[in-house]
Each structure stands twice: as structure tokens, then as C-alpha cells.
């Protein structure tokens, strides 16, 4: 547990810094989305990196974000321009509709969560994929793909291991799985997407004028579909993964329409190749985008020259 505490500390630093000093201009919510979305591509990078390799074993990705650590300090640590307030929660305890939400979302969060913490996986796809390949590339110290799982060849598409592409979900539960050498946090490895999806579709209303209690409470009601609200008893699955990402895709696309600079349209960019590299029918949803984003530049077409649209694009 301390490896874990130090690795996920030298990320969690890492990406503040570079965050803050980048994406200090963002609102509270909008912040911890982004250093989230920093995290995960630190992860992702880092393992890519280290497991075409053959290098993706424990002390070299512990010394690569040591290393990251270090020259985010000095490239960022003294210039981080945090100018959000870290907002109090009186807006929820003063509306007894909210604490109601509130702790039913609490309640059965934690027992799911204690369950899945005592159980073993329970979904096929988990033991076919989603640790499967996490397991593999741990045991071979890279991020080749087992031609067969359990002896058993591949017998759809989906399940072709030597074409597998979408990957990132499998790169965090790695990052789950690699201190403890089991996969009793990366089980639960979904459950923080339930939060970040909260934040993200919080963060969509409020930028839209909505108040924050009623802005609160939609974000509670999303998070407690039945439909979605289940899956976290299934564990490693991404579902939830992506329905998260794609809330913070959209997110990012309404924050680039409105200050359309280019580190908007980086972390914009960076959020939607995550997203994608998730699943592949993800990219049928950022397709169902594009319309609102060409939209977005449409507006922009007679407010900014032609030079710095193409610019923005390519980032």
C-alpha cells in the first residue's frame, strides 16, 4: 500500500503542478477535472512508453515519474496561477432534497464499493480482457497482448487480442494493479468515474446558468440510474469510463467555444484521444459532436483570423 501511496503521489503532484500553472484560470471543478485528465495521461504515456520497451516493470515506472516530478517542479512548480476558491458545501446541507441524494448515492456507493473489495470479479469480460491483459503485461514487463486467454482463441472482434486497440481503460487498471501485485484495487478501478462524471455534467449546467442546487441534483439523478448505477458492482468494466469521458469531452468542447485559446483546444484534444483510445464505438459519439463543434467554429470564423483557427484545429 505505501508503493501505491508513492506512486499515485508522484502523478497526483505532477499533474498539479503542470495544471495549475496551465489551467489555474479554471473554476474549482473544472480544475480537478483537468488534473484527473493530467493523471491519466501521465499513466497512459509513461506505459506506453515503458511497456514497448519491455521496461513496464515497477522500479523503472516509479523512477520515470520521479523524473516527471522533478521537471514539472522546476518547469511549473513556481509558476502555478491557481485562481479558483475551493467552494464549501452549505448549498447541499441546507437543501434537504440534496442530503436525501446525497446519502442514498453515499450509501449504497460504499457497500458496492465493500463488496467488489471482498469479491472476485464477477463479470466474463473482466476475466477475458480487462485484467487479463493488465495480468499479462505485468507478468511479461510489456504491453504485448496474449494471443490466446485460458487456452481459448479469440471468437469475435472485440475479443481479437492481436488487434486489440482500445486500451486506456486496461493501462488504468494496470496502474491499479502493478503496486499490489492484485487486483483487489483495480476491481473498483471504475468507481472514480462516477464522481468525475458528477463533476463533469455539474460543471456543464453551472455554464449554463444553472443554479448550483439544482445543477447538484441532476448531477445525483445521472448517477443514480439504476442502468448505470449498477455497474459498479461489475468491476472492472468501462462503461462508466466512457460515459464519464464523454461529459468531460463535452465539457472541454463548451470551454474551448468560450475562450478559444490553444491550451483549450490541447486539453480538449488530449480528453477526446483519451476517450477514444477507451472503446471503439466511442468514436461513433465524437462523431455525434462534431456537429456542435463546427458549430462552435463557425462562430469563431468572423471573430478570428483564418491563421490562428487553423492553428487552434491542429492542436
Request: net charge positive.
Amino acid at each position: 500500500m505505501g508503493v501505491f501511496v508513492l506512486l499515485n503521489g508522484l502523478v497526483g503532484l505532477s499533474s498539479y503542478y503542470l495544471s495549475a500553472a496551465c489551467f489555474g484560470d479554471f473554476g474549482f471543478i473544472d480544475f480537478c477535472l483537468t488534473w484527473f485528465t493530467v493523471f491519466f495521461t501521465q499513466v497512459i504515456a509513461v506505459e506506453l512508453l515503458l511497456g514497448s520497451a519491455n521496461l513496464l516493470y515497477l522500479p523503472q515506472i516509479t523512477a520515470a515519474h520521479a523524473l516527471i516530478l522533478v521537471l514539472a517542479w522546476f518547469c511549473w512548480g513556481k509558476k502555478q496561477k491557481r485562481a479558483f476558491k475551493i467552494p464549501t458545501l452549505d448549498f447541499i446541507l441546507d437543501n434537504r432534497i440534496l442530503l436525501l441524494a446525497a446519502a442514498v448515492f453515499l450509501t449504497f456507493f460504499t457497500v458496492k464499493l465493500a463488496i467488489n473489495l471482498v469479491n472476485p470479479p464477477i463479470c466474463p469480460e473482466t476475466h477475458q480482457y480487462h485484467l487479463s491483459f493488465p495480468a499479462f503485461w505485468f507478468k511479461h514487463g510489456n504491453i504485448n497482448n496474449p494471443i490466446s486467454l485460458f487456452g481459448t482463441w479469440p471468437v469475435s472482434a472485440e475479443m481479437t487480442a492481436l488487434t486489440y486497440y482500445p486500451m486506456n481503460a486496461e493501462l488504468l487498471f494496470f496502474w491499479w494493479l502493478l503496486p499490489l501485485k492484485n487486483a483487489f484495487l483495480a476491481d473498483v478501478g471504475q468507481a472514480v468515474f462516477y464522481i468525475l462524471g458528477m463533476l463533469a455534467l455539474y460543471a456543464i449546467l453551472r455554464k449554463y446558468a444553472i443554479n448550483k442546487s439544482t445543477a447538484c441534483l441532476v448531477s445525483f439523478l445521472w448517477v443514480l440510474i439504476p442502468n448505470l448505477f449498477k455497474q459498479i458492482r461489475n468491476g472492472t468494466q468501462i462503461d462508466v469510463m466512457c460515459a464519464a469521458l464523454f461529459l468531460m469531452v463535452l465539457n472541454y468542447l463548451i470551454i474551448f467555444s468560450r475562450k478559444f485559446g490553444v491550451k483549450y483546444a490541447f486539453i480538449l484534444g488530449v480528453t477526446a484521444g483519451i476517450f477514444i483510445g477507451t472503446k471503439v464505438l466511442n468514436v461513433y459519439w465524437i462523431a455525434a459532436l462534431l456537429p456542435l463543434a463546427v458549430y462552435f467554429i463557425y462562430r469563431k470564423i468572423r471573430q478570428e483570423p483564418w491563421s490562428r483557427i487553423v492553428s487552434i484545429l491542429a492542436w
